[in-house]
């Protein structure tokens, strides 16, 4: 073999070696987290469980319906128990250019109300989610980056820093999230305040592929400074069903009761 031949198949093999794939920037991994296969529509029976400070629990009903219609999505959320808060519905319009549209029913006053731009950071129906955790980031509001990799419960995953580009569009100061590697499903996000402290973290419990899709059955979240806690457990979940277009109106929350 003609020596000059040999010494380039030695250099490309080092190379390989060395240089196996070429990484993933943060903003390639965030955008395959939303590009994932998550169903055009998937329908689902949940039950939450509150526990606060004290240790004291509350135990809810609810269905949750999200439909994609291309690039965005719509969502529509009702309790069904117990009696205090059966009826209550919150319905999310996904937007790509701003801020997603968000609307609260309240059976008491019979009346649809606009979540405004000041009341993102507003806990939702006395969970320990806020109505900012309930809707969608575009990816390039945030500078991503990957600050590790490293196993989380036996899961290879990425550790993926998100910091928003203006400090004004979010109540958070950053989000470090913990994606599975090959499903680029996010199992694990901490939310930290605008001083980096955190505040409160996102933890998936338990991963099971239905109907093909990788999903999330079990979630928790922790709100650290309250010492209150949301625990949310998927009963029923059913994918690309067909759900109805009428489901995500302002009149199906006031008349679906």
């Known amino acids: 073999m003609n020596i000059k031949v040999y010494t380039l198949m030695i250099i490309v093999v080092l190379l390989v070696w060395v240089f196996p794939a070429v990484a993933m920037d943060g903003a390639q991994i965030a955008q395959k987290v939303v590009d994932r296969d998550q169903g ?62 968000q609307f609260l029913y309240l059976p008491a006053l019979q009346r649809v109300r606009r979540i405004v731009s000041s009341q993102k950071s507003n806990r939702f129906v006395n969970t320990d989610y806020t109505y900012e955790d309930l809707q969608s980031r575009d990816v390039d509001q945030d500078v991503h980056t990957v600050l590790r990799e490293e196993k989380l419960d036996d899961h290879d995953c990425w550790v993926l820093e998100s910091i928003p580009q203006a400090t004004d569009d979010s109540q958070y100061g950053k989000r470090v999230t913990w994606v599975v590697k090959e499903i680029y499903l996010p199992i694990k996000t901490e939310f930290y305040d605008k001083r980096n402290r955190l505040h409160k973290i996102l933890t998936g419990k338990e991963i099971q592929k239905i109907d093909g899709i990788w999903t999330i059955l079990d979630a928790e979240m922790n709100d650290l400074n309250k010492n209150h806690r949301t625990l949310m457990k998927t009963d029923e979940i059913g994918y690309n069903r067909g759900i109805p277009d009428e489901i995500f109106t302002k009149g199906y929350m006031r008349h679906n009761q």
């Open 40 to 101: 055009q529509d998937a329908t689902l029976k949940i039950r939450m469980l509150l526990i606060d400070k004290g240790g004291k629990k509350r135990f809810r009903s609810l269905i949750t319906v999200v439909k994609k219609y291309g690039d965005v999505s719509k969502s529509y959320i009702r309790f069904t128990s117990p009696a205090d808060i059966e009826g209550t519905a919150f319905l999310t319009w996904e937007n790509k250019e701003s801020d997603d549209d």
